[in-house]
């Protein structure tokens, strides 16, 4: 009887081993792998960041002034971020483009827009304090990409095309902060931007 008592024993014994072996279990208590820390990026780290998601984003193509030059407009690096002139008179643009249906117009340097919406004027976006986002907080800035409202407050008034803040809120924390962070550490640009038009006053400056 102990004789058995031994051969299956040693039976159990071995199938257990060889199972281990095939899922590379251990007698020790396996452990899990630590959790790597993400660093935190430094001051300079987050400008060069943002810098680096601003210019593969985009954003100079409309919230920067060009110069028109035979090539075709190039951005006006004096002014960069500054949004639309505030002393630039508009040319007129077709009624239809109001039209839900009809084209969408773009003005000559890439920093107005003219749709069903009305008349959007690309923000100004360097911390100029009067007429830019110095004033903003980060909380204010990444609250603005989320929700879709200006400062990102439930009473603001909603972000109008063609900004993609849609595409833009998706970003993680890290990255809007990044960008937030660039925006703050460029030189301001004292430029009032016109406040969003509505369509039946951009209609006063349509054609006929």
């Known amino acids: ?26 007698s020790a208590e396996s452990k899990p792998e630590p959790v790597a820390q993400k660093k935190e990026l430094s001051q300079g780290e987050l400008i060069s960041r943002g810098k680096y998601l601003v210019t593969v984003g985009g954003c100079n193509d409309c919230h920067s002034p060009k110069n ?3 090539q075709g407009p190039v951005i006006d690096s004096a002014h960069l971020l500054s949004g639309h002139p505030g002393q630039m008179q508009l040319p007129p643009f077709d009624a239809t483009t109001l039209k839900p249906g ?3 117009s773009f003005g000559a340097d890439g920093t107005t827009f003219a749709g069903p919406w009305g008349i959007t004027y690309s923000a100004n976006l360097t911390p100029d304090s009067a007429t830019g986002i110095g004033a903003w907080t980060e909380e204010n800035f990444v609250n603005a990409m989320r929700t ?8 603001g008034r909603p972000i109008l095309p063609p900004m993609p803040w849609q595409g833009i809120g998706k970003m993680e924390d890290e990255d809007l902060k990044a960008l937030f962070t660039y925006l ?25």
């Open 1 to 26: 009887m102990q004789t058995k008592w031994i051969l299956g024993a040693t039976i159990c014994g071995l199938v257990i081993t060889a199972a281990c072996l095939q899922t590379g279990c251990t």
């Open 68 to 70: 028109l030059t035979p």
């Open 102 to 104: 009809y084209w969408i």
């Open 148 to 155: 879709g409202k200006h400062l990102g407050q439930d009473g």
């Open 184 to 208: 703050k550490a460029l030189p301001p640009v004292q430029n009032r931007v016109p406040a969003p038009a509505t369509p039946d006053e951009a209609m006063k400056l349509a054609k006929k």
